[in-house]
């Protein structure tokens, strides 16, 4: 069965506290790994999608790799709107459905 | 560029009432649908997907039914709401073919009281 795990649960950073989130799967067989960012109420948001181990893809203050085992969210310098839940999904080789992980939850003070 | 709608965004049902919750997606053609539901403080299951037109797949057992009348247009229903039905639901949609990147909608939340 395919599993995602998400951790820390909750994180609160001071603006400009770079720091990571870890997302610990197991499937199959990787199809694709995913990275949403969710604001409250809302729909999740894409952000990337990374195939392979090694693979690594940016947007602004976001980097997100990939290993065999987990993938990172990397926030550099990140202001308060960066604040929401950031939700990883695993999808297996033949499957339509996402496994999605419980979330972590991002809080960033000014 | 694609849009994906959901209405309506809340809604308050009693027990025993029945549901139709409605999703459109502009901007593209023969999108693949998917009805997601995420439980407070966990994460998104799959109900439902479909490749085509009347085509439906189910990914777990439970009161809800889905349609797909028209090409962009994704129907969740329910004859008799449960309790166990509370909840955000979110339609999205892929690219159709392959295992593309799924785009969520705005979602709408459900409480069944």
């Known amino acids: 069965e395919d599993q995602v795990t998400q951790s820390p649960e909750a994180l609160r950073l001071q603006e400009g506290e770079s720091s990571s989130l870890n997302c610990s799967y197991t499937v199959s067989g990787l199809r694709g790994l995913f990275w949403y960012r969710q604001d409250p109420g809302k729909g999740p948001e894409f952000l990337f999608t990374?195939?392979?181990a090694g693979e690594e893809k940016e947007k602004e203050r976001l980097k997100a790799t990939l290993t065999k085992k987990e993938s990172f969210l990397h926030i550099t310098a990140p202001k308060p709107e960066d604040s929401a839940t950031y939700l990883c999904?695993?999808?297996?080789?033949?499957?339509?459905?996402?496994?999605f992980g419980s979330g972590t939850r991002l809080q960033v003070q000014p | 560029s694609q849009t994906i709608h959901q209405w309506p965004a809340t809604l308050v049902q009693p027990v025993g009432s029945p549901l139709s919750l409605e999703c459109t997606v502009e901007?593209?053609?023969?999108?693949?649908l998917y009805w997601y539901r995420q439980a407070a403080g966990r994460g998104l299951q799959l109900l439902f997907y479909?490749?085509?037109?009347?085509?439906i797949s189910s990914e777990v057992p439970q009161n809800l039914s889905a349609s797909r009348p028209q090409d962009r247009q994704f129907i969740l229903s329910s004859k008799k709401l449960l309790l166990s039905d509370s909840g955000f639901y979110l339609c999205?949609?892929?690219?159709?073919?392959?295992?593309?990147?799924?785009?969520f909608g705005p979602g709408t939340r459900l409480l069944v009281l």
């Open positions: 479909s490749v085509g037109i009347g085509q």
């Open positions: 901007g593209t053609s023969n999108p693949n």
């Open positions: 999205a949609w892929s690219a159709p073919g392959g295992h593309e990147t799924q785009y």
């Open positions: 999904a695993v999808q297996a080789t033949g499957r339509r459905a996402l496994t």
């Open positions: 990374l195939y392979s």
